[in-house]
Structures are given as structure tokens and as C-alpha cells.
């Protein structure tokens, strides 16, 4: 990895460690719990019913030429498409397992997997958008890819340059220079609320995270 990507890197390390700095909130749900909850299955399977419904929706639409333009899928990244429960179990789902997962791209696919599989079936374009610093671009490239979602799409991180508190205004902006593009996004799924606010979707689907909150 280049000495500015490492750097870049080590700052996502830091910043998930630091919730203040990351507007990344640990849950108060014990460490226990959670890996009851994805140990046995649950997790997925919870995942696993809302994909269903999206995949459901998403031929719906398309059966009936919703897409004014050309249609589009968004899809967050971590805990949205990738589990990056390898890294987080081990140290308690402490966030500084989500920082080393995502700078070595160790983290496993999501029943989502099967939704991006469908789109790409149906010629829908899909665009992951995620809160990953451009420089882990290429690292996040090769996991999804060995994850199976190897395609095509489109990948989108957040800029260095962009310091606020609030992942919102970055990713409603980036799904609004999609709508630019000439492509109607049918659906955006993510873990997070604020994956899914600030319009520039027909349909939203909020998948289970009981592990952290980005604001």
C-alpha cells in the first residue's frame, strides 16, 4: 500500500476507535449478544428477509418501467454488504476491528450479495457508496470482487476532504450525481439511517447493525 494510502489508512483506524472524531457510536449491546445473534445465523437471516423484499420490489419496478432513466441499485458497504465480523468478534466488537477489517479487506459477503447478483442479471447498474476513505479504493475494489460481487459496478468513498460530522450530506450528494448521470435509483439499501437519508432513492431498505450508529 502507498505511504498516502497507509496514512490515509491508519487515520480510518484511528477515527473508528474515536467515535467523537468518526460520528461512529458503539451500541450498548453487549458484545455477548451480538455474537449470539450473528453466530447463530440470525444476523443473516434477518438480512436474508429484507433482501428478499427488495429483490422483490426491484423486479416489480422494473416490470413496470419505473425507471424514468436508466436503473441504478445503491448499496452501502460495511455491514450492508460486507460482515466484517472476522475482525470485530475477536476484540469484542470493539470498532477497531471495523477499521482493520476494511483496510485489509477481511470481511465476508452479506446475503445482499444475491440483490447485486439479480440487479446485474437485469442490466441494473449498481453503485456502492460507502463512508470508506478514497484511499482504501483499491484494497475495498479487491475485497468486494472476492466477496462475488466481481460484475461490474461502480464504487464511490468518501473524500478526504470532506470533515464533517455527518455522513448525510456526502452520501445523498453522491446518489444525486447518479441521478446526473442519467440513472434512476430504484432502491438503496444500508445499515445505517443515515446511508438512507436525503432523498435520491424510489425505495429504501434499512438492514440491522447492532453493533454501531454513523450519524
Request: glycine share 6%; charged share 20%.
Amino acid at each position: 500500500m502507498p505511504a498516502r494510502a497507509l496514512l490515509a489508512a491508519l487515520v480510518f483506524v484511528l477515527a473508528c476507535a474515536s467515535p467523537a472524531v468518526a460520528a461512529t457510536i458503539r451500541t450498548d449491546t453487549p458484545g455477548s449478544a451480538i455474537t449470539s445473534y450473528y453466530d447463530s445465523g440470525q444476523w443473516s437471516r434477518a438480512i436474508a428477509t429484507v433482501v428478499k423484499k427488495a429483490k422483490a420490489n426491484l423486479k416489480q419496478d422494473l416490470a413496470a418501467d419505473r425507471a424514468r432513466h436508466s436503473p441504478a441499485l445503491v448499496l452501502d458497504v460495511d455491514e450492508t454488504s460486507v460482515f466484517n465480523a472476522p475482525c470485530l468478534e475477536p476484540v469484542d466488537w470493539d470498532l477497531s476491528g471495523l477499521a482493520v477489517c476494511a483496510v485489509n479487506g477481511d470481511g465476508v459477503a452479506t446475503p445482499v450479495l444475491s440483490l447485486y447478483k439479480y440487479a446485474r442479471t437485469k442490466h441494473v447498474k449498481v453503485v456502492f457508496i460507502t463512508g470508506r476513505p478514497e484511499a482504501l479504493a483499491g484494497t475495498t475494489t479487491a475485497e468486494l470482487k472476492r466477496l462475488g460481487f466481481s460484475s461490474g459496478f461502480q464504487l464511490v468513498l468518501r473524500p478526504a476532504s470532506d470533515t464533517q460530522d455527518s455522513v448525510i450530506p456526502y452520501k445523498s450528494a453522491a446518489r444525486a450525481t447518479v441521478e446526473r448521470r442519467g440513472y434512476t435509483i430504484l432502491a438503496n439499501v444500508g445499515d445505517q439511517r443515515s446511508d438512507l437519508a436525503g432523498g435520491h432513492s424510489l425505495r429504501r431498505y434499512k438492514l440491522p447493525n447492532p453493533v454501531y450508529l454513523i450519524t
